[in-house]
C-alpha cells in the first residue's frame, strides 16, 4: 500500500498525476426582464425564454430555455437575478449563468424616489383654497381617500408615512402627495371683484 501511494507521488511530480487544470469561465448570458411597478411592489413570477449553446454528443448546438423567474415583493429597478450555470456550454469551459436585469417601466401615476412613492394629484384652484379629498388608487388594489384640509399652493407636498414600497426588513417607505394645480384660463370681471373681497 505504501509502495502505492509513492508512486502517485511520483508521478505527480513529474506531470503525469495531479488535478486536472481548472475549466475556464464564460461570460454569462445577460437578459432584460421587462417588469412593472407592481409587479416589483407586490412581487411577481415572469416567464422569460433565452437562447443558449449547448453540448450534445460532443458538438455545439443552438437551444433555447425557458426560465420562470420570481420577483419577490419589494423588488427594485436594476436587480439581477441569477440562474447559476444555466446558460452557455463548451468544450473546456465551465456553463456560464444567466443573469436576468429588472428594468422598470414607466408608470401612468406613480414615481419612486428611494422607498418612497410619489403620486401627482389634479386638483382645481378651487380645491386648492378650500378642503378637497383625493382618491389614491394604490399598487396592492387599495383606493384610499387622502383629506387634504389646507390650502394648497404650487410644488406643495404632503406625505403619509408607511404607505410607500416594501423594504427588505418589512417596513415601508412613504408615499408622497404632489399636486397639479389646475387654474381657471378666464374669470369674468364680477368674480374678480368678488375674489378681491375674499382674499
Known amino acids: 500500500p505504501f509502495a502505492c501511494v509513492d508512486a502517485l507521488v511520483d508521478a505527480d511530480e513529474f506531470g503525469f ?3 486536472c487544470p481548472p475549466l475556464k469561465e464564460q461570460d454569462p448570458i445577460v437578459s432584460v426582464l421587462k417588469c412593472n411597478l407592481e409587479d416589483l ?17 460532443g458538438k455545439e448546438i443552438e437551444d433555447e430555455k425557458e426560465f420562470s423567474v ?20 463548451a468544450s473546456g469551459c465551465k456553463p456560464s449563468d444567466v443573469v436576468f436585469v429588472v428594468s422598470m417601466e414607466p408608470h401612468k401615476k406613480f414615481t419612486i424616489e428611494g422607498s418612497n412613492l410619489v403620486y401627482k394629484a389634479d386638483i382645481s384652484l378651487v380645491e386648492a383654497l378650500t378642503d378637497c379629498t383625493v382618491s389614491v388608487p394604490m399598487l396592492d388594489g387599495r383606493t384610499l381617500a387622502l383629506p387634504c384640509n389646507e390650502v394648497i399652493y404650487p410644488d406643495y407636498e404632503k406625505k403619509f408615512d408607511g404607505e410607500g414600497l416594501l423594504l427588505k426588513d418589512g417596513s415601508h417607505g412613504n408615499l408622497l402627495l404632489r ?21
Open 17 to 19: 498525476g495531479g488535478l
Open 41 to 57: 411592489a407586490n412581487g411577481s413570477v415572469k416567464r422569460a425564454v433565452v437562447k443558449r449553446t449547448v453540448l450534445e454528443e
Open 70 to 89: 420570481n420577483i419577490p415583493a419589494g423588488s427594485a429597478d436594476g436587480m439581477a437575478i441569477t440562474f447559476p450555470q444555466q446558460g452557455n456550454h
Open 179 to 199: 399636486f397639479n394645480i389646475e387654474f381657471p384660463t378666464f374669470i369674468s370681471g364680477e368674480k374678480r371683484e368678488i375674489l378681491r373681497r375674499l382674499l
